[in-house]
């Protein structure tokens, strides 16, 4: 410990594991010398020390992908920097499939890794055998090398980081818990132990296990939980004679690899449990949890299976010891919206060794710039609420998270525990229809309708799924008549005040000083020109406005508006997204019904495209506005809670008589995608600006009023777009993308698909993708054509273009077709 405890610092990072070693190594090396490292007991004695330390590249995302590329690179450049080995050990990685699931989904990974430049081969069983001597491969189908795959020391690398901080000026103390917070309108201003308060800027909470609770002493969310982790270490075998390559059998749920002469299996186990910190003592560092050998034993008989010479071993140690996870199975980075100042780097999901190098990074980089350098949605903590920091929630959810740990990623797989959070008004109406939820952000959406009765469960495929028909019969409905969509879940934000419109002219990228009855679709934007979100904006009167988002969006959107209001303005900003459901009509029909149920007039000469009005359904009173997410004539019915059910029976009864059906979330994604519509989070990002994603109608670059990020995209007009969003439809019918597939064209990758799904519509599957221009323009490029997308390493022929594959002239949105 330092002689002298420090009274001030500008950042103060909480936890001496990997991920606060790593915070607090890059933000010394960035510039920022006055960073204290505090530490409850000795640096990594939480979890970090018994890590298995694997460092495997490929994650879901090119950006997370990247983290962990930069992590392996960091891991071994750290000894040349600082004299202290990471034990870094390039040994490579083998992933084994034992049915075609797994098959598909690795083969799906090889070819994301090669887009993203990590070396991927997809090998034969007699391959996987040689590279691994001692597996069975009897009942094999395949699998994957991955040759750059490596692992560390923990104690080691957490020694170089700290030892790389303190030489650019940080200081670390161990045996300093933190005790509170200090905090002041709204932002955290100190950290309080029994040794002092240190006076800061922002704090970044690295505790790992602890870090739900030690958040909570700030009024701050870190929804995580401890498990139980177990993995096997064998003394000495004879037949390990060197090191392997890191095995993942993850079909039997397992990793496995060598370690000093012997064996360490570790598991992922369908029988998890979660573990409280109240059954931790209260000075619980570099401690273990009890061995159990009858929970272990089925991960042990499947090692045995995959490992035969693993039967006659000796055992050295059962590890178990407590790890932490979120109820998505990703981690939590980035600053708090509920306090400023506060950052998140917790919940690793046993991952933390190798995202910790790169998650550190860029942890860092968020602190000094103020806001993220690159798209992290994935693991943004403002994709939570409040509420999921509900401790009987998480305690539910976290066992199934590890549990599932390694299931593919196929379509529609969702979490079993801590659901029904959140129901909307119809939710009975619904279940009773057949419906199959999905959730999201909390909320039970209904995914699709079984008509036969209450869906059954089905188990998730690449193949096309046993309620493809029902969704074939939704898409019909929507083209042909007219289809009922809940989209009470969207999030909706009241902007109220004086100064509401000159706020919003400022955010948004689009004209916002339109007269009340006006619709708005623009972005928010950031100062690089990127999407900080995609939303349609209604104006009520001269002072308020209402903003309509993502499901998942309202915390994240909130936050940005929030952030970028100035304290003098006055505005209001409320969330109501629960105080009104959302009725969304749209198909030919749609006009017919909306008349049937009110004595409004909903001609387009009365009732334009991109309109809203208050009106009457039956004896209730609602707003409806002129829009539609499917691409066909329809509105979108704006309902108090209370009055929902009510106006759902009655478009139900009268619909009948013009083939009304209700229809789901995973429709609607194939009908948006046959009209190319773009969505947030998937073609929208905050590393795409509107010119790039095709929607420059939405973004008056030269609109009197400058607005955040209307430099960038001047700019960027100025110097020409050198990627772009392009639709795509598969040519062969029977080839099922689902979103994530490289592009490819001319045998070169350039870009990577965001949405996929089935179109029903044009009988093909449907597409869109930012295409990275090579050589030439991506107008070029589309105009040449051959372009192919990648489908678990086998390329298929597809037809790009800029304009939707099914109604692109818009006559049909706009009722005049």
Avoid at 694 to 705: C, N, V, Y
Wanted: proline share 5%; glycine share 10%; charged share 25%.
């Amino acid at each position: 410990m330092t002689d002298k405890f420090p009274n001030s610092a500008r950042v103060v990072v909480i936890g001496g594991g990997v991920m606060g070693c790593s915070t607090a190594y890059h933000l010394a090396k960035a510039g920022c010398h006055d960073v204290v490292l505090l530490e409850r007991k000795q640096l990594t004695s939480g979890t970090s020390w018994h890590s298995a330390a694997q460092v495997r590249a490929l994650r879901s995302s090119e950006n997370l992908t990247r983290m962990i590329q930069y992590s392996a690179e960091l891991y071994q450049s750290l000894e040349a920097e600082t004299g202290q080995s990471t034990g870094w050990l390039q040994t490579g990685s083998l992933s084994l499939a034992t049915n075609k699931e797994r098959f598909t989904h690795i083969k799906r990974q090889a070819s994301l890794a090669r887009l993203f430049g990590v070396e991927a081969e997809v090998v034969s069983p007699e391959e996987a055998g040689r590279l691994w001597p001692l597996i069975r491969t009897d009942d094999l189908v395949g699998a994957v090398w991955s040759p750059e795959d490596g692992r560390v020391n923990p104690s080691d690398l957490c020694a170089a980081l700290s030892k790389g901080a303190r030489a650019h000026g940080a200081k670390v103390i161990e045996d300093a818990p933190v005790t509170g917070f200090s905090v002041r309108n709204g932002r955290v201003t100190g950290v309080e132990t029994a040794q002092g308060t240190i006076a800061c800027e922002a704090v970044a909470l690295c505790a790992g296990l602890w870090s739900h609770s030690v958040a909570a002493l700030a009024g701050v969310s870190a929804p995580l939980h401890a498990c139980e982790h177990f993995y096997l270490l064998t003394q000495p075998m004879e037949e390990i004679t060197g090191h392997l390559p890191t095995l993942g059998d993850h079909d039997a749920h397992l990793y496995l690899r060598d370690d000093v002469g012997g064996l360490l299996v570790g598991s992922f186990e369908p029988n998890a449990r979660a573990i409280g910190l109240d059954k931790l003592p209260q000075d619980f560092a570099f401690d273990l949890l009890a061995e159990d050998w009858d929970h272990f034993e089925p991960m042990l008989m499947n090692g045995i299976h995959r490992i035969p010479a693993l039967e006659k071993a000796e055992a050295r140690m059962l590890l178990n010891g407590p790890e932490s996870f979120t109820p998505d199975g990703r981690f939590l980075l980035g600053e708090s919206p509920e306090l400023r100042g506060f950052f998140l780097g917790c919940g690793m999901n046993s991952a933390g060794m190798a995202s910790s190098g790169g998650a550190g990074r860029w942890l860092a980089e968020w602190i000094l710039a103020g806001e993220a350098t690159l798209d992290l949605w994935p693991v943004d903590i403002r994709r939570f609420a409040p509420f999921h920091n509900n401790m009987r929630a998480l305690r539910e959810r976290v066992p199934e998270v590890l549990a599932t740990h390694y299931v593919t990623e196929a379509p529609h797989r969702e979490f079993e525990t801590a659901r029904n959070i959140r129901h909307g008004p119809l939710h009975e109406r619904q279940l009773a229809k057949g419906a199959h939820f999905s959730p999201r952000m909390g909320w039970e959406r209904p995914s699709y309708f079984a008509p036969s009765g209450p869906a059954e469960k089905f188990s998730p495929t690449f193949d096309k799924p046993v309620f493809f028909d029902f969704i074939a019969a939704e898409h019909k409905t929507a083209r042909e008549a007219v289809a009922l969509f809940d989209q009470s879940s969207y999030g909706k934000l009241r902007v109220q005040g004086n100064d509401a419109e000159a706020l919003l002219q400022r955010l948004c990228a689009n004209h916002m000083d339109v007269p009340p009855g006006r619709v708005v679709y623009t972005g928010m934007l950031n100062a690089r020109g990127g999407y900080e979100s995609d939303c349609t904006v209604f104006r009520y009167s001269e002072d308020e406005f209402l903003i309509v988002t993502g499901t998942a969006q309202p915390v994240r959107d909130a936050d940005w508006i929030r952030r970028n209001m100035s304290d003098n303005e006055d505005v209001r900003l409320s969330d109501v997204t629960t105080a009104m459901a959302v009725l969304a009509l749209a198909g030919p029909n749609a006009r017919e019904l909306m008349s049937a149920v009110s004595d409004d007039d909903f001609s387009n000469e009365t009732f334009p495209y991109m309109r809203w009005k208050d009106i009457e359904v039956g004896p209730w009173s609602v707003k409806a506005a002129r829009l539609s997410y499917v691409g066909e004539l329809g509105w979108e019915l704006y309902v108090p809670t209370e009055f929902a059910p009510g106006v759902y029976d009655l478009l139900c009864d009268v619909g009948s008589r013009f083939d009304l059906r209700d229809a789901g979330t995973t429709a609607m994604t194939g009908l948006r995608l046959e009209k190319g519509y773009r969505a947030w989070g998937h073609e929208l990002t905050p590393e795409t600006t509107p010119l790039e994603a095709g929607l420059r109608f939405a973004a008056k670059i030269d609109k009197g009023t400058a607005f955040i990020g209307q430099a960038a995209l001047r700019q960027q007009r100025e110097d020409g777009v050198r990627k772009r969003v392009v639709g795509f439809t598969l040519d062969d019918p029977a080839a099922l993308a689902i979103g994530g597939e490289p592009i490819v064209w001319d045998g070169r990758f350039v870009g990577q698909v965001s949405s996929a799904a089935f179109g029903h519509t044009v009988g093909r599957t449907v597409a869109l993708g930012t295409v990275m221009a090579v050589g030439t323009s991506v107008d070029d490029m589309v105009a040449a054509g051959g372009f192919e997308i990648e489908i678990a390493s086998e390329r298929f022929a597809a037809t790009a273009n800029f304009r939707a594959p099914y109604d692109p002239s818009g006559d049909r949105l706009r009722g005049l077709a």
